[in-house]
């Protein structure tokens, strides 16, 4: 058996007293493509960020390649991509200069870019598309176009876990093509992905495995559901909304 | 020009191009993480340690240089913290400053126009030593934000993206609250106390209406901050008008000009490509929803 790349035990998060994860255990192996589902508010995002040490546990472990997060130290082996960008402060930044800082992780403070980092950069925004648009401010793209940039981020930094927190959230078409195919080439490079997802869409081929986050708890870990029946089941779940505007809680709870 | 051959006046420029170069280059980081408005804060408090440096008899810059180091820290713990009651506490530590600093300086010998020196500069009275401790400092300053770019470009863009790279977060964010609070006091002579924000914030906002990158904007902020300094210390030599006050209209005014040229340029280019600018978008189809 391949080594553990995320290891979660017991994990537990609350907010202000308010439990988010109650008792989440979760193992992912090099190679595997885990795609977290669950319905809003159900703690899925909770749970990555509490991987990445985002938010702090009140209980249980995580251990990231084999090492407790707290003494985790080698972040470049590790590409985070958020929901979204920050508006910021209005600052304009180039798409390059915000995939540039992917480097980072990798370079540290101190180190001017090299070649090294310029060329990677290169293939990143090259991977997902967006090469012709490098040097356009990130606030005139499309949001998915905004998306695809914060995955060449990502990318840029060569890592070998991606962690994507709902990467296809009212993303594009065109977008998500790029990205599923962006990922497929990340997976056969030997690449681990744990992804937060509302609904798979093209991702769903390229799925190893799915993990369903309900009311804090893993209700499912195993093969990807299969939507039809999943519905149809009597506590049935909506992993995916019918509309974006429809309010969560009237059919999460 | 003739004005130029005395030696006050020397330093008066000197120190002044100094801080309208390093001013706008930390200024950048500040306004990409809405904190615009820190200037002023870590100058309120630094009044405090103006007052009390007049109250010891000791340098009142230094005195403010440690006060409003330790402010910008405090400033940066709270806001860290991420609580609604940051802004409350953000607002106790202003008027705490300000207070502090005229009820000190009303305690010591000062005059009131002492007091005026520090509220709105005093280029005048700059002497040959503080000319080399703002030459020093705000080249100390300029070097570490341009060599930090990359770094402090990414916590101000994305704090919790910089933290999951592994970038020392906390320690970049003191940096830019120490070197906050040292361009404040290094900038206190030239333009004051309450004027200070302004030659962080303004080029940077003058030039991000026209560029189109972080770095372009950094290098366009500091020749605005450079020029608007070089002139307002020009205009109020031969106008007999407050340097500080000049300094910062020309800035504003430097604003105003970029903002009428870019918006009837856009106006223009809009007009001579109209087709191009409809279809430079793809049409966004969100899938999901049925």
Same mark, same amino acid.
């Given at each position: 058996?391949?080594?553990? /790349?995320?290891?979660?035990?017991?994990?537990?998060?609350?907010?202000?007293?308010?439990?988010?994860?109650?008792?989440?255990?979760?193992?992912?192996?090099?190679?595997? /493509?885990?795609?977290?589902?669950?319905?809003?508010?159900?703690?899925?995002?909770?749970?990555?960020? !509490?991987?990445?040490?985002l938010?702090?546990?009140?209980?249980?472990?995580?251990?990231?390649?084999?090492?407790?997060?707290?003494?985790?130290r080698q972040?470049a082996?590790?590409?985070?991509?958020?929901?979204?960008?920050g508006?910021?402060?209005?600052?304009?930044?180039? =798409?390059?200069?915000?995939?540039?800082?992917?480097?980072?992780?990798?370079?540290? /403070?101190?180190?001017?870019?090299?070649?090294?980092?310029? !060329? *990677?950069?290169?293939?990143?925004?090259?991977?997902?598309?967006?090469?012709?648009?490098?040097?356009?401010?990130?606030?005139?793209?499309?949001?998915?176009?905004?998306?695809r940039?914060?995955?060449?981020?990502?990318?840029?930094?060569?890592?070998?876990?991606?962690?994507?927190?709902e990467?296809?959230?009212?993303?594009?078409?065109?977008?998500?093509?790029?990205?599923?195919?962006?990922?497929?080439?990340?997976?056969?490079?030997?690449? &681990?992905?744990?992804?937060?997802?509302?609904?798979?869409?093209?991702?769903r081929?390229v799925?190893?495995?799915?993990?369903?986050?309900?009311?804090?708890?893993?209700?499912?870990?195993?093969?990807?559901?299969?939507?039809?029946?999943?519905? *149809?089941? @009597?506590?049935?779940?909506?992993?995916?909304?019918?509309?974006?505007?429809?309010?969560?809680?009237?059919?999460?709870? | 020009?003739?004005?130029?051959?005395?030696?006050?006046?020397?330093?008066?420029?000197?120190?002044?191009l100094?801080?309208?170069?390093?001013?706008? +280059?930390?200024?950048?980081?500040?306004?990409?993480?809405?904190l615009?408005?820190?200037?002023?804060?870590?100058?309120?408090? *630094?009044?405090t340690?103006?007052?009390?440096?007049?109250?010891?008899?000791?340098?009142?810059?230094?005195?403010? /240089?440690?006060?409003?180091?330790?402010g910008?820290?405090?400033?940066?713990?709270?806001r860290?913290?991420?609580?609604?009651?940051?802004d409350?506490?953000?607002?106790?530590?202003?008027?705490g400053?300000?207070?502090?600093?005229?009820?000190?300086?009303?305690?010591?010998?000062?005059?009131?126009?002492?007091?005026?020196?520090?509220?709105?500069?005093?280029?005048?009275?700059?002497?040959?030593?503080?000319?080399?401790?703002?030459?020093?400092?705000?080249?100390?300053?300029?070097?570490?934000?341009?060599?930090?770019?990359?770094a402090?470009?990414?916590?101000?863009?994305?704090?919790?993206?910089?933290?999951?790279?592994?970038?020392?977060?906390?320690?970049?964010?003191?940096?830019? +609250?120490?070197?906050?609070?040292?361009?404040?006091?290094?900038?206190?002579?030239?333009?004051?106390?309450?004027?200070?924000?302004?030659?962080?914030?303004?080029p940077? !906002?003058?030039?991000?209406?026209? %560029?189109?990158?972080?770095?372009?904007?950094?290098?366009?902020a500091?020749?605005?901050?450079?020029?608007?300094?070089?002139?307002?210390?020009?205009?109020?030599?031969?106008?007999? &008008? +407050?340097?500080?006050?000049?300094?910062?209209?020309?800035?504003?005014?430097?604003?105003?000009?970029?903002? =009428?040229?870019?918006?009837?340029?856009?106006?223009?280019?809009?007009?001579? %490509?109209?087709?191009?600018?409809?279809?430079?978008? @793809?049409?966004?189809?969100?899938?999901?929803?049925?």
């Open positions: 058996m391949s080594t553990p /790349v995320i290891a979660v035990e017991h994990g537990v998060v609350g907010y202000d007293g308010r439990p988010v994860l109650r008792d989440v255990s979760l193992t992912v192996t090099a190679g595997e /493509v885990v795609a977290i589902l669950g319905a809003n508010g159900s703690g899925k995002s909770t749970l990555i960020r !509490a991987v990445l040490g938010v702090p546990l009140s209980a249980g472990s995580v251990t990231l390649f084999d090492r407790p997060l707290r003494r985790f972040w082996r590790i590409g985070y991509v958020p929901q979204r960008l508006a910021g402060g209005g600052v304009p930044a180039t =798409v390059r200069e915000v995939v540039a800082s992917g480097r980072l992780a990798r370079r540290g /403070v101190l180190r001017p870019p090299g070649r090294a980092d310029r !060329a *990677a950069v290169d293939a990143a925004l090259l991977a997902v598309g967006l090469a012709d648009r490098a040097g356009d401010p990130v606030a005139t793209l499309s949001g998915g176009q905004q998306q940039t914060l995955i060449a981020r990502a990318l840029a930094g060569q890592p070998e876990l991606l962690v994507l927190d990467p296809t959230a009212g993303v594009d078409a065109a977008s998500q093509e790029a990205f599923a195919s962006a990922l497929r080439d990340f997976v056969a490079d030997g690449g &681990t992905v744990l992804l937060v997802a509302h609904e798979l869409g093209p991702l081929p799925i190893s495995r799915a993990v369903v986050v309900h009311e804090g708890r893993i209700a499912h870990d195993g093969a990807v559901p299969d939507p039809a029946g999943h519905h *149809a089941e @009597p506590d049935h779940d909506h992993v995916h909304p019918h509309c974006y505007d429809e309010p969560a809680g009237l059919w999460s709870n | 020009m003739g004005l130029f051959q005395y030696s006050y006046m020397q330093h008066a420029l000197i120190g002044a100094v801080i309208g170069l390093a001013a706008p +280059a930390l200024g950048i980081y500040l306004v990409q993480r809405r615009a408005l820190i200037g002023d804060g870590v100058g309120h408090v *630094a009044l340690g103006v007052g009390a440096g007049l109250l010891l008899n000791r340098s009142p810059v230094l005195v403010a /240089v440690l006060v409003a180091t330790a910008a820290i405090a400033i940066e713990v709270v860290a913290r991420g609580r609604t009651s940051g409350l506490a953000l607002a106790l530590l202003f008027y400053g300000i207070a502090g600093g005229v009820l000190l300086v009303g305690l010591s010998d000062a005059t009131s126009a002492n007091l005026n020196a520090y509220l709105f500069g005093s280029l005048i009275t700059t002497s040959r030593a503080d000319v080399i401790t703002i030459a020093v400092l705000g080249a100390a300053i300029l070097v570490t934000m341009i060599a930090l770019r990359p402090l470009f990414a916590v101000s863009h994305d704090e919790e993206y910089a933290r999951v790279s592994g970038l020392p977060v906390r320690t970049l964010n003191l940096l830019i +609250a120490v070197s906050t609070a040292v361009t404040v006091t290094i900038a206190m002579r030239a333009v004051g106390v309450l004027l200070i924000s302004a030659l962080m914030v303004v940077v !906002a003058t030039a991000q209406q026209i %560029t189109r990158g972080f770095r372009s904007t950094m290098t366009a500091m020749a605005l901050g450079l020029f608007a300094a070089g002139s307002g210390i020009w205009v109020a030599a031969t106008a007999d &008008t +407050a340097p500080g006050a000049s300094v910062v209209l020309v800035a504003i005014a430097s604003f105003l000009v970029v903002a =009428v040229a870019g918006g009837v340029w856009r106006k223009l280019r809009q007009r001579s %490509t109209p087709v191009a600018a409809s279809t430079a978008e @793809p049409h966004e189809v969100v899938l999901g929803r049925s």
